[in-house]
């Protein structure tokens, strides 16, 4: 592929890592702007107050609030430097480790305190 | 030789799943109140639905993406809260009054209320779904679905007079009963195109890693499974119109289209009654639950699939369920199934133009389909279809009102 339409072909595309696990959308995608360089294609972001900004402001009120009643607090938001992405195509595959994610937290967190506390949750392949 | 076993297995799977709570109820409801007249409007559901499956099997079969994640990819994340809002909300409606009809048909079958049911029967597609694959909780359900073909053999016992059947299939308007005639109109059609249907069956072509090759497979699948499927749905409003019609019973309780085979089979069809509306909801409850958590992880990006464990996709499996036990909670306190079935099914009805729509852009999107993007003809229905959804949109509230 010559050129990649960042809208059509990277924006809201699955991401998954090293070892081909999903690891969520592209959410938003930051240029980053420096003295003295022409702006460039920075930083990939995953996570939900993102995603939030993009649909407006009553979205991202309506979202803190929801999180003020259920009670969380810390923001779990990923930003992966564009120079990870090793390949762009039907899913768009990035140089990181699904573990150290912050954007994960939510994955990690119910494996642990949920899905694994009942029996017949452990293996690969059912 | 692979292949033939493909299409049968697939297009019994479309039988046998075809008929389920709002099919039962709409299909039956129609019949005691307007005879044949409300036949065709099976024979336009069932026919959208056929293709409406066809061309979302397609976008999955060529582009190895289901439905969900071209409506997030191609339509963005503000456009798509809309579709995940809107089947969220109904497909939750739709589920709860599946356990109903299980519990229902439980009632029926013990004595014991069905509000005690709903709970148990959470439960229990809790672990087929936590312990099962996708085949298991796909063809096994719909296999032991065919059950439902004693709607065929009933209404065949009947004698139904043919030509009477075949006027029904085309559309004609009634003399009174205006807003009750259109609102059952309505809910058939929201029974017959639910968008989990078609959401479940692309994630399916997925989990059973369909490729071009299965392009031949999933037109006679979609095609041949619903038209047989609608059939059944028929045969229920034939036998509904035959038995329930003369002596002007109108359906208010599920107890009451158990007469529908229990009048031409006696015992026995009393009995495989009980045995269809069990087994055909339970089915759809699972393909239901499984439609949410598909609905969510496509959505997101998340892991999922049926086929791993539930550790190695840990959001999708909490998602199917914390959702089967909430959905048990509406028929666990003693709502009224057939009252929630009836208000899904039009629920079902106002929210298709989301999901219909946006298929109009990808199915003619070369980029995504290639040479097998839709032709004229499908293109001339497919906007039929998104014009009759905009119509359910405007219809449902008023009729819900006026007729319900």
Not at chain 1, 12 to 21: G, I, K, N, R, T
Not at chain 2, 25 to 36: N, V
Not at chain 2, 195 to 200: A, D, E, G, S
Request: glycine share 10%.
């Amino acid at each position: 592929m010559g050129a990649v339409h960042l809208a059509h072909d990277v924006l809201d595309a699955q991401l998954v890592d090293q070892a081909q696990e999903k690891i969520g959308r592209v959410d938003v995608l930051l240029l980053e702007l420096e003295e003295g360089h022409p702006p460039r294609v920075a930083t990939i972001v995953i996570g939900g107050s993102a995603r939030a900004e993009r649909v407006g402001g009553w979205f991202v009120a309506l979202r803190r609030g929801l999180r003020v009643l259920l009670g969380r607090r810390e923001e779990h938001v990923s930003r992966i430097q564009f120079d990870k992405v090793r390949r762009i195509g039907d899913t768009i595959e990035l140089d990181v480790d699904e573990k150290s994610l912050e954007s994960e937290h939510l994955e990690r967190w119910l494996k642990e305190h949920f899905v694994c506390r009942i029996p017949g949750a452990r293996g690969d392949q059912k | 030789m692979k292949k033939w076993s493909e299409v049968a297995l697939g297009v019994i799977t479309s039988i046998g799943g075809f008929l389920e709570v709002g099919s039962i109820a709409t299909s039956t409801q129609g019949g005691a109140e307007f005879g044949y007249r409300l036949a065709w409007v099976l024979v336009l559901g069932t026919l959208s639905l056929a293709l409406l499956m066809e061309m979302t099997g397609r976008l999955a079969a060529v582009s190895k993406r289901t439905y969900v994640d071209l409506l997030r990819e191609r339509f963005g994340y503000r456009f798509f809260l809309l579709p995940l809002v809107a089947v969220f909300l109904v497909s939750f409606l739709v589920l709860a009054s599946e356990i109903g009809g299980v519990s229902i048909a439980l009632q029926m079958a013990t004595g014991i209320n069905f509000a005690w049911w709903a709970i148990p029967v959470a439960l229990l597609g809790w672990v087929l779904l936590w312990r099962g694959t996708f085949g298991i909780v796909e063809k096994g359900t719909a296999l032991l679905g065919l059950v439902a073909l004693v709607f065929a053999v009933g209404a065949l016992k009947l004698h139904p007079a043919w030509p009477a059947v075949g006027h029904g299939m085309l559309p004609s308007l009634p003399s009174d009963n205006r807003a009750r005639y259109w609102y059952l109109a309505v809910s058939i059609l929201g029974a017959s195109i639910s968008p989990y249907l078609y959401l479940f069956y692309s994630a399916g072509a997925l989990e059973d890693g369909w490729t071009m090759e299965h392009l031949g497979v999933n037109r006679v699948t979609a095609g041949l499974g619903n038209v047989f499927g609608g059939g059944l749905a028929v045969a229920a409003l034939i036998a509904a119109a035959l038995v329930l019609a003369p002596r002007e019973i109108k359906v208010d309780r599920y107890e009451q289209i158990a007469m529908v085979l229990a009048s031409p089979l006696g015992r026995a069809g009393f009995v495989l009654f009980l045995a269809t509306l069990c087994i055909t909801c339970f089915g759809s409850t699972l393909e239901i639950v499984l439609a949410l958590a598909y609905l969510l992880a496509q959505g997101f990006g998340w892991s999922w699939s049926e086929n791993l464990k539930p550790e190695k996709d840990a959001r999708f499996a909490t998602v199917y369920t914390v959702l089967i036990l909430l959905a048990a909670v509406p028929i666990a306190i003693g709502a009224n199934p057939l009252t929630l079935t009836n208000v899904s099914m039009v629920a079902t009805a106002a929210s298709l133009p989301v999901t219909v729509i946006p298929l109009l852009a990808l199915m003619n999107d070369g980029d995504i389909l290639m040479k097998h993007v839709n032709g004229w003809a499908s293109n001339v229905a497919l906007v039929v279809i998104a014009l009759l959804s905009v119509a359910l949109l405007v219809a449902a509230l008023p009729l819900q009102l006026l007729g319900g």
